[in-house]
């Protein structure tokens, strides 16, 4: 009883940051009563999703127009979003295959409706099961990551602080500590929303360092302009306070819009050679052997490569508990986060991490290459996640 009443107002509590008018009274209120470094709930896009940015007092804030293009780039995800959902609730019945609840159906209780997700057989490949039993092939590697982030980068950063009870904040704070401060050079895969770039950058130097973003989500790249754009302004301002002669910073940054897997020679060969190599949640979804050997010519000699990833936590009790985790947001993602985040949430992630052993391929591949020394494997809290670190020859 006592455990159903606590998800009962979970459940209520979620559908209230869901609501504009909740949204907005909290914003007035938080306004009004915190001076100096505060949370600050931007307003909903459309349906009530929230993104939260951590800002300054008044003086040291970044422009109304870095928010104005912040909350463009977000609205732009959001908009991507609501389309690729309407183009699948547009697909013909004869067309539509159900599958069971854990797979690819989402029961709206609410509304005591169902909508099933985009059949995975209609362009005539492999469904995403099938993808996920079995990525030997790059097509079901890029169908599974196209399939699990669909124009969501405009609730990514807050969808993967509550998926991981607030974790990933520490996960990524343990891989910075791997990448050396004197690294003036860095290759980001995967850089998504600019979690980790934002840091990378604070660490070794907003405007001394070198970073080139890979990635394939091309909403997720819009809000990391964005985010850096603020980053620089926010810079500037702080290295001209007070001072008479203004001196503008620029954060030196390149995209690559592709599958880390198909980066070619022309993709790096300006941007390089890079003295770090950084990733986090890549390493699942794509052929270890094809990444290294594609970024390796890009290398100088000693440099770090540092790549991280979910793993499957050590048996027992810890075990017994990330398997009754990941069975609750199975349920519970599409439902807080939007339809979108269906096949990611539903069995299919979870699958995916027990079948990857990623960190010991990648260990694996990396000695088997005879360029790469001192290989580790670091696993952390409690070994539900990992990081492998190697210094190149």
């Known amino acids: 009883m006592i455990c159903a009443a606590a998800v009962k107002e979970f459940m209520r509590s979620a559908e209230a940051l869901n609501n504009p008018t909740v949204l907005e009274t ?12 505060r949370e600050r709930a931007l307003p909903a896009l459309g349906a009530g999703y929230v993104v939260v940015a951590t800002t300054r007092s008044a003086s040291s804030t970044v422009s109304a127009k870095r928010q104005r293009s912040y909350r463009s780039a977000l609205l732009t995800s959001f908009r991507r979003s609501k389309k690729h959902q309407e183009e699948r609730d547009d697909i013909s019945p004869e067309t539509t295959t159900m599958t069971t609840t854990t ?24 469904s995403l099961n099938e993808c996920v039993t079995d990525m030997a092939t790059r097509e079901k590697r890029e169908k599974v990551s196209k399939s699990f982030f669909p124009n969501t980068g405009y609730n990514y950063d807050r969808c993967v602080a509550y998926a991981t009870l607030g974790f990933d904040a520490e996960w990524k704070r343990l891989l910075l500590r791997q990448i050396p401060t004197s690294s003036k050079n860095v290759l980001e895969l995967a850089s998504g929303t600019a979690i980790v770039s934002k840091r990378i950058l604070k660490r070794c130097g907003v405007f001394t360092t070198k970073l080139t973003c890979v990635d394939i989500t091309d909403d997720y ?15 500037n301002q702080k290295r001209n306070k007070g ?10 940054v390149a995209y690559v819009i592709k599958n880390a897997e198909d980066i070619t020679e022309e993709d790096l060969q300006s941007r390089g050679p890079f003295d770090c190599v950084v990733s986090s949640y890549i390493p699942k979804y794509v052929d270890a052997e094809k990444v290294i050997s594609s970024i390796e010519p890009h290398l100088t000699e000693g440099a770090t490569l540092v790549v991280h990833d979910f793993d499957v936590p050590y048996a027992g009790p810890c075990r017994w508990i990330w ?19 269906a096949a990611c949430f539903e069995a ?3 699958e995916l991490i027990i079948k990857s052993d990623w960190a010991k391929v990648w260990s694996d591949k ?27 020859n």
């Open 366 to 392: 990396l000695k088997e290459r005879g360029c790469w020394s001192d290989v580790k494997i670091h696993r952390i809290t409690l070994g539900g996640a990992s990081l492998v670190t190697a210094k190149k």
């Open 221 to 235: 790249v819009d809000v990391a302009k964005a985010k850096l754009a603020a980053l620089e302004e926010k810079e």
């Open 348 to 350: 299919n992630l979870k």
């Open 26 to 37: 909290h914003e007035q209120n938080a306004q009004s009563r915190r001076l100096g470094r």
């Open 323 to 341: 398997h009754a985790h990941m069975d609750i947001w199975a349920w519970m993602g599409p439902k807080m986060f939007g339809k979108e985040w």
């Open 103 to 126: 797979s690819t159906a989402i029961t709206n209780v609410d509304e005591k409706t169902t909508t099933t997700q985009e059949p995975d057989t209609a362009d005539g490949g492999p």
């Open 243 to 252: 001072k008479k002669e203004k001196e503008e910073g620029k954060i030196d």
